[in-house]
């Protein structure tokens, strides 16, 4: 199985930066793609960006040129990040970090971290 902690949510006022970090471990051999998705109150929960195992990146509409998310590798452990920058009020969610995997489950999903953005 793979664990992914998440870290790096906060309060911060529109046309701020934030920076999220997942650090994933366990069977990290298994981790194929990876990406961050984001839960507002009362909506679905959507993905914001993603990154293949080759490194190719595809993003939400809404935060193209404003996230960039990133990963790296380092021992036991693969850190899943997003760049935040130029945050909206509607960047406001509970952002988590996933992990498509090889094998069974298919998955795996962080606890989440709250991003507020005040206006």
């Known amino acids: 199985q793979v664990q992914l902690v998440e870290s790096g949510g906060g309060l911060v006022q529109a046309g701020g930066s934030l920076r999220l970090s997942c650090a994933a471990s366990g069977s990290i051999f298994s981790i194929k793609h990876m990406g961050w998705h984001r839960q507002a109150p009362g909506k679905q929960r959507e993905l914001v960006a993603r990154?293949?195992?080759?490194?190719?990146?595809?993003?939400a509409d809404s935060v193209k040129g404003r996230f960039t998310i990133s990963r790296d590798s380092a021992q036991n452990t693969v850190y899943l990040d997003l760049q935040m920058n130029s945050l909206r009020p509607e960047d406001t969610a509970v952002y988590y970090c996933n992990a498509d995997l090889t094998g069974w489950p298919p998955n795996s999903w962080g606890q989440g971290t709250q991003v507020t953005v005040s206006s």
């Open positions: 990154i293949t195992s080759g490194g190719r990146t595809n993003y």
